[in-house]
T-cell receptor, first 114, second 115 residues
Framework: GAGVSQSPSNKVTEKGKDVELRCDPI?????LYWYRQSLGQGLEFLIY????????KSGLPSDRFSAERTGGSVSTLTIQRTQQEDSAVYLC????????????FGSGTQLSVL | AQSVTQLGSHVSVSEGALVLLRCNYS??????LFWYVQYPNQGLQLLLK??????LVKGINGFEAEFKKSETSFHLTKPSAHMSDAAEYFC?????????????FGKGTKLSVIP
């Protein structure tokens, strides 16, 4: 596609359930990022992929969070046993090489944990 | 390590007035600096980027920013605000070498434009 695509755009879940968020980056972009945006908190870095490997997972808040990327393309962010504090907008971005470049962002997934 | 501070979580200006959004950064290496804009229910879009060279950077939609190393600042300006400029603006910094992929964002400044 022409841009970064994220699905679903909205997800409402119950506390304790697992959720999967999907990101389709721009074709040919080797770098992929996940950020979390909470009200008044700006963008919090979660994880960075270069190809299929994740050299930096330092931003994942707990071991309930995991992410993978397959085929150098689609990425999935999984949150297990969701908590109310996980409620936020999860943004995915991609760039051609990941080095001091413009990031192209998706529109995000609004996650609400009840 | 790098960080970004945006002064003012909310800024209101009248239509036609000067827009000034402030950003100060901290970086242990020569920084790359960015301004992104986020319209409601959308992802972020790049407004402009500073790498090296000219310290005054021109971006899209009439915005520009000036890199001032002595003040560690990268403030965003626009001479005359339009209603369509109402959005949230984020300043970001990335480093060089091993940290060059890591983009650190400020907390954002929400701009309101009053007719």
């Amino acid at each position: 596609g022409a841009g970064v695509s994220q699905s679903p755009s909205n997800k409402v879940t119950e506390k304790g359930k697992d959720v999967e968020l999907r990101c389709d980056p721009i074709s040919g972009h080797t770098a992929l990022y996940w950020y979390r945006q909470s009200l008044g908190q700006g963008l919090e870095f979660l994880i960075y992929f270069q190809g299929n490997s994740a050299p930096d997972k330092s931003g994942l808040p707990s071991d309930r969070f995991s992410a993978e990327r397959t085929g150098g393309s689609v990425s999935t962010l999984t949150i297990q046993r969701t908590q109310q504090e996980d409620s936020a907008v999860y943004l995915c971005a991609s760039s051609l090489t990941g080095i001091n470049e413009k990031l192209f962002f998706g529109s995000g997934t609004q996650l609400s944990v009840l | 390590a790098q960080s970004v501070t945006q002064l003012g979580s909310h800024v209101s200006v009248s239509e036609g007035a000067l827009v000034l959004l402030r950003c100060n950064y901290s970086s242990s290496v020569p920084p790359y600096l960015f301004w992104y804009v986020q319209y409601p229910n959308q992802g972020l879009q790049l407004l402009l980027k500073y790498t090296t060279g000219a310290t005054l950077v021109k971006g899209i939609n009439g915005f520009e920013a000036e890199f001032k190393k002595s003040e560690t600042s990268f403030h965003l300006t626009k001479p005359s605000a339009h209603m369509s400029d109402a959005a949230e603006y984020f300043c970001a910094v990335s480093g060089s070498g091993a940290g060059s992929y890591q983009l650190t964002f400020g907390k954002g400044t929400k701009l309101s434009v009053i007719p």
